[in-house]
C-alpha cells in the first residue's frame, strides 16, 4: 500500500471525513484530496501532523499495512537489547527490570549459599 492509502485506511478507522481530516492538519482539502488518490506527495512536516493527530509515530503511518513481527532479544548484543527494552512503555519497563532485578538477587543468594556450604 501507498502512504495516500495507509493515511485513508486510518482515517476511515478513525471514523473521519476527509475534510475533518485536512481541517485538523491544516491542509488543504483539495491537496489533502490528492494525498489520499496518490496524484500528490505529502510533505514530512505534514507527515508529521498526521502522526501526531493520529497519536501514533511517523513510521507507524507509512507502515501502516506491515504486520509487526515478533521480537526477540535473547541472540542480540547487550546494547541493542537494552535498547529495546527502553522501547517499553514505562510499566512494561518496570516490569522487565523488577524481573531482572529478582532473577540477580536470587543468583547471589544461590552463589551466596553455594560459597558458604561448601566452605564448611
Given at each position: 500500500?501507498?502512504?495516500?492509502?495507509?493515511?485513508?485506511?486510518?482515517?476511515?478507522?478513525?471514523?473521519?471525513?476527509?475534510?475533518?481530516?485536512?481541517?485538523?492538519?491544516?491542509?488543504?482539502?483539495?491537496?489533502?484530496?490528492?494525498?489520499?488518490?496518490?496524484?500528490?506527495?505529502?510533505?514530512?512536516?505534514?507527515?508529521?501532523?498526521?502522526?501526531?493527530?493520529?497519536?501514533?509515530?511517523?513510521?507507524?503511518?507509512?507502515?501502516?499495512?506491515?504486520?509487526?513481527?515478533?521480537?526477540?532479544?535473547?541472540?542480540?548484543?547487550?546494547?541493542?537489547?537494552?535498547?529495546?527494552?527502553?522501547?517499553?512503555?514505562?510499566?512494561?519497563?518496570?516490569?522487565?527490570?523488577k524481573i531482572i532485578d529478582t532473577m540477580l538477587t536470587k543468583k547471589k543468594f544461590k552463589d551466596f549459599f553455594k560459597n558458604n556450604v561448601a566452605a564448611l
Amino acid at each position: 500500500m501507498s502512504l495516500g492509502d495507509n493515511i485513508k485506511k486510518i482515517r476511515e478507522q478513525k471514523g473521519l471525513l476527509q475534510k475533518q481530516l485536512a481541517a485538523e492538519v491544516n491542509i488543504p482539502y483539495t491537496s489533502y484530496n490528492k494525498v489520499e488518490n496518490n496524484t500528490r506527495d505529502i510533505a514530512i512536516d505534514e507527515l508529521e501532523r498526521f502522526a501526531g493527530y493520529f497519536g501514533m509515530t511517523m513510521d507507524q503511518v507509512v507502515h501502516f499495512d506491515v504486520q509487526p513481527v515478533a521480537i526477540t532479544i535473547q541472540d542480540k548484543p547487550n546494547f541493542e537489547q537494552i535498547n529495546l527494552i527502553n522501547q517499553l512503555d514505562e510499566d512494561d519497563r518496570t516490569v522487565v527490570f523488577k524481573i531482572i532485578d529478582t532473577m540477580l538477587t536470587k543468583k547471589k543468594f544461590k552463589d551466596f549459599f553455594k560459597n558458604n556450604v561448601a566452605a564448611l
